[in-house]
């Protein structure tokens, strides 16, 4: 007896389907120990260890386990397969071929995925969204899931999304499904995606909350405009989390296929949840114990790294002289591709990965240089080794260094009148954002932070005054030609966020201030 069921795998962010195909045989002599099960297709240790669970969810779900000899293939043949997710629509094929489920033509248009527990509950997978989308694609009408993802693959309109929270919920469902009229078929999970992409003005921080720091928020405020990285430079307590935290809040708010990119990475890493889409731009703050395969990606069959739960958001390094310098380096890749390709022996795949970064630290190894209230005990030496340990290249790539003093907490969090909400500050990113669409609606890039050498000439002409304020301030503060390039950048971005046409004297004098490290430490 030959029963089919469908389910699928997730490879990277994107899932293909896998046919599951239970034969059994009557066992017959020693040789054919009775209720074997063989499972072949490449399956990995995982996989293979699912023999025993399946058999036990069977049982005591109150189905007999056949006893035959099972052999149940998973095709396409050349592909391996991983994980525990093939648990229900295995053992849903094992009780297809026993009989339990009636006729095979029922079960055509249904795809399962789920793991199963002894006790025949069935447990949540990654990854379930991407299955989703690949199930629609093939035309699949139905999608059993564990209840804890299904309102993440229930965004996908066009399939119809059942949660099943054990083995015999699914079978029983299966036959609601099959048999009956179309009237009494069983409701599918529906989520209102419109409401749920609605900012429900609940986010968890806002720029209200934070008093002082003028002229930090300033240049948070550019470099969210322009796509610009930023390096924040102050005494521990100064803020600079606290900052970096609410860049997310200033950024435009995602859209559909945004949101559903990015919740696609969140569903393979397994980090959604019951939420269902992300619709808030991500913050991640990796530690800086994190090794090269936590912040880019890796495993021995990839998963996303921090870099890409960061897609559309920000990445938050703190401390950034003390993160590994190996790790700083594989920084580099999605810095410039805005995605991340890891390969294996077996395979290689690619994650996106386009995110701002934002990076804090102290400006010297004990906190304190520059502080009128403490005395800072480093020597020259020490500072210069200290701030030595980023790498070059990673600094090449930010553009916006900005001090941030102390100031006493309560000066922070105090009373007093409120600050500038984000939602206000996030109305002018917004509108400097699409100046630069229109800007470079034919140009292939979106920001001004993007803006190749060749760009930056066509873009960011400047005046004869403007150019004898650069050269001194060049050849004050001894800047390289590199840096020329980036103020320019970051003044094209502040004459945007004021709707000015032209690059005026203000806006360079101010992109020159967002050089800290050349001031401080490289001249
Ligand atoms: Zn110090």
């Known amino acids: 007896m030959l029963f089919r069921t469908q389910s699928a795998a997730v490879y990277g962010i994107d899932a293909d389907l896998v046919d599951i195909e239970v034969d059994l045989t009557p066992a017959r002599g020693e040789a054919d120990a009775p209720s074997s099960i063989t499972i072949v297709g490449l399956p990995d240790a995982a996989v293979r260890e699912s023999r025993e669970r399946i058999r036990a969810a069977i049982n005591n779900s109150g189905f007999f386990f056949p006893f035959h000899k099972t052999t ?8 391996r397969k991983e994980g525990a997710s093939f648990d229900l629509p295995v053992a849903l094929g094992i009780l297809g071929a026993n009989g339990d489920l009636g006729e095979q033509d029922g079960v ?6 789920g793991e199963l527990s002894l006790d025949g509950r069935v447990r949540p997978i990654r990854g379930a969204l991407p299955v989703a989308i690949r199930a629609r694609a093939s035309k699949i009408k139905s999608l059993l899931l564990p209840e804890e993802n299904a309102k993440e693959a ?8 059942y949660p099943v929270a054990d083995l015999r919920g699914a079978v029983e469902l ?14 599918p999970l529906r989520v209102d995606v419109a409401q749920v992409l609605a900012p429900d003005g609940r986010a968890s921080v806002d720029f209200r909350e934070v008093r002082g720091q003028q002229s930090a928020k300033r240049a948070i405020e550019v470099a969210s405009a322009g796509a610009h990285n930023i390096l924040l430079i102050g005494p521990p307590g100064s803020g600079k989390t606290m900052l970096a935290k609410r860049l997310p809040t200033i950024l435009p708010p995602l859209e559909f296929e945004a949101a559903l990119e990015l919740t696609k990475i969140h569903s393979v890493a397994g980090l959604t949840g019951r939420t269902g889409l992300v619709t808030e731009r991500p913050f991640r703050s990796p530690h800086h114990t994190i090794s090269d395969a936590g912040l880019i990606g890796g495993g021995s069959v990839p998963r996303p790294g921090e870099v890409s739960l960061a897609h559309h958001g920000v990445l938050f390094l703190d401390e950034l002289p003390e993160f590994d310098r190996s790790v700083l380096e594989v920084l580099r890749q999605p810095l410039e591709d805005q995605k991340v390709t890891i390969s294996r022996a077996t395979m290689s795949l690619t994650f996106p990965a386009s995110f701002m970064l934002a990076a804090a630290m102290n400006p010297c190894p004990c906190g304190f240089w520059n502080d009128p209230t403490r005395e800072c005990r480093c020597t020259p030496l020490q ?8 790498s070059g290249p990673l600094l090449d790539r930010i553009d916006i260094h900005i001090d941030v003093p102390a100031v006493r907490f309560r000066e922070l969090t105090g009373d007093g009148p409120p600050a500038e909400s984000s939602a206000e500050i996030r109305a002018r990113v917004v509108a400097a954002k699409e100046r630069q669409h229109e800007r470079f609606r034919h140009e292939g890039i979106y920001a001004n932070a993007a803006m190749t050498p060749r760009l930056i000439r066509r873009y960011c002409r400047i005046d ?8 001194q301030a060049m050849g004050r503060l001894g800047l390289s030609a590199r840096a020329y390039d980036r103020i320019l950048k970051v003044s094209r971005t502040i004459a945007d966020l004021d709707g000015a046409e032209e690059i005026r004297p203000q806006d360079v004098a101010e992109a020159v201030g967002y050089r800290s490290l050349d001031r401080t430490y490289w001249t």
């Open 72 to 79: 149940i293939n998973l095709a396409p043949a050349d592909v």
């Open 108 to 113: 055509a248009d249904v795809l399962s995925v």
């Open 154 to 161: 229930a965004v996908v309109t066009g399939i119809d999304v």
């Open 174 to 187: 299966l036959a609601a499904l099959t048999a009956g009229a179309p009237e009494h078929r069983p409701a």
């Open 383 to 390: 500072i210069q080794r200290y701030v030595g340990r980023i």
């Open 464 to 471: 004869g005054e403007c150019e004898r304020m650069l050269e």
